[in-house]
């Protein structure tokens, strides 16, 4: 095997031209191995091997640096740059994780997991090395749709204006994670259909040296190209057509469902799939598809991550004018839901937990001080095992600071439905609801709440002495610590289900005072900035002690939310222990 002889991208300078298309399949015959065992992002990879080896072969990394966009389509790079172990052997498949990581390599340098980030980082690199009078090449590598990001066009926009070495390849596969949506790719697939010709040229309206390489899976005109721009002196753009999912069929075929895929998901494409089971994301789609039969003014709303949140093919074929992707963009997707809103529409933005960071300035000033009444689904929310790119651990701290926003935890199917449909058809307030991260729970009795009336708790179970506020997520976790707690201390707690983030049920809590002494609250988010700690606050000048549990400020990289878990004491019998030890305290 001729990886065998690669380990680092010096060894590339020894291969043959054919060597290197020998290499290149090797490589992507390993990544259709490994990621159909682990999971894993598939087309993006498989779609530029012979761009990250012409890379590699044409600059000398890591004195020119590589900043890879996203780095979803890193895997051929560690490959190439002393990690191909995590590929080979089947016992290092997690050694490593699916992004650049500099802690990995000096061949990486950024932690890498957002997107549209990697020109605006290559432009800050190539102007301290302008400003330390330093060599080398600074290589920015941008696709999968990157290039409808805002951050995208002001790195653009500021690269532009450089008067030295920045080389912009840009990965035009003709995909995001779905079918590319927006004006810039109009003028991508002008450019393609013209071999690069066209007299209208986003980038070089911008000041940039254009080149078009047809054959974007050619390790040969790859490599002609990348030498000509080696050492230039000036802002480079390089528009490379590659094929997203090269070289595997069912990939090639179906670009959306093989950008990201779980582990077997080759194994069983040609199986009959089981039928579905009622879930948070199925219920949701179909609550929107029956309410907009009824109501021309409900738009959904997906920054380019229709798989994240259910909205399919036939979900979008379905809603037609009614469903829109702004592209992977979700500045714009707020400030857009505001528009609508004040408009009179009735916009249902559904937005994955870790990339509604990216959006909090348009949350605060375009939605909440403007009060549009916009509802936004916050999928996947909550502790998890996933890489320090995509936690998804941050958005309690996130959203409930803000003024004006309601930001709403179900805990079951009838309460999310009540809470939607409340959302949508109400007009006084930003609203917000955490789509539950958690197997569906249905009680079979439709929820009456009235939710405009403003942060109320829910009394699961009443009790005294101790109180167990199980917020989303956690509520489960509140019963189960309600019930430890009455085996082994004869004490028969209240549990109250919050469902409201952004507010204290001042009433309640005030009443929780007759009879309690202990106060535990529950979030499946970080701590520090959340819902606990507000109770905490409250509390703070009465003599009842408060226990909140959460998760720790750290950026966790895949680590096993059982271990996660322990190490936050989110356990009931690790919560007995505290209590135990408050009470022992108390009485000495």
Known sequence: MILDKINSPKDLQKLSNDEMKELAQEMRKLIIKKVNETGGHMGPNLGIVEATIAIHKVFNSPIDKIVFDVSHQCYPHKMLTGRKEGFINPSKYYLFTGYTAPEESEHDIFKIGHTSTSISLAAGLAKARDLKNEKGNIIALIGDGSLSGGEAFEGLDNAATLTSNIIIIVNDNDMSIAENEGGLYKNLKLLRETKGKAELNFFKSLGFE??????????????????KVKDTNHPTVIHIKTLKGCGLKEAEENKEMFHWIVPHALDNFYKTPAAEKENYTNITTNYILNE???????????????????????????????YIDVGIAEEHAIAFASGLAKNGAKPILAVMSSFIQRAYDQISQDLCLNNSPATILVYWSGLSNADATHLT??????????????????????EYLAMLDWSVKQNQYSTAIR????????TGIDDKTDYSILNKYKIEQNGEEIAILGLGNFLPLAFKTAKKIEENLNIKPTVINPRFITGLDIELLNKLKENHKLIITLEDGILSGGFGEKIASFYGPSDIKVLNYGGKKEFTDRIS??????????????????????INLCNA
Do not use: M
């Open 393 to 414: 651990c941050f958005d309690i701290p996130l959203l409930s600071n803000i003024p004006n926003l309601v930001y709403l935890a179900p805990t079951n199917k009838e």
């Open 561 to 582: 939310i059982e271990k996660i878990y322990q190490n936050c004491r989110l356990d009931e019998n690790l919560i007995l222990q505290d209590i135990n030890s408050i």
């Open 210 to 227: 254009y080149l078009y390489v047809e054959e974007g899976n050619s390790i040969e005109k790859l490599i002609e190209t990348f030498e």
């Open 292 to 322: 907009a039969k009824k109501d021309p003014s409900i738009v959904a709303i997906t920054p380019a991550t229709p798989g994240v949140c259910g909205f399919n093919k036939h979900f979008r074929e379905t809603l037609k004018n009614q």
């Open 435 to 442: 789509v539950p991260n958690i197997e569906l729970v249905s």
